[in-house]
């Protein structure tokens, strides 16, 4: 009789995502910024990551529109 292969999907390393993104980043805060966005999460009862996309939602949505081809380089 022949031998049955069996395949097992290994588990991925790290932890999982919990959130739907495509890419995670890593960015570099003065004290004083990371204090006033630690205070404002505080504030709304959410953690620092998620007030951090709730800034950067707002703050791409209240710019102003540009042109195409407009953009400064």
């Avoid at 999982?16 to 999460?41: C, F, H, N, Q, Y």
Wanted: avoid cysteine; glycine fraction near 6%.
């Amino acid at each position: 009789m022949a031998k049955v292969k069996t395949y097992v999907r290994q588990k991925k390393m790290g932890r999982p995502i919990t959130v739907e993104a495509d890419k995670a980043i890593g960015i570099r805060l003065p004290v004083r910024l990371l204090d006033s966005v630690d205070e404002a999460a505080e504030g709304q009862g959410v953690n620092r990551s998620e007030m951090i996309r709730r800034l950067l939602d707002q703050a791409l949505t209240a710019a102003p529109k540009r042109a195409r081809g407009s953009a400064a380089k």
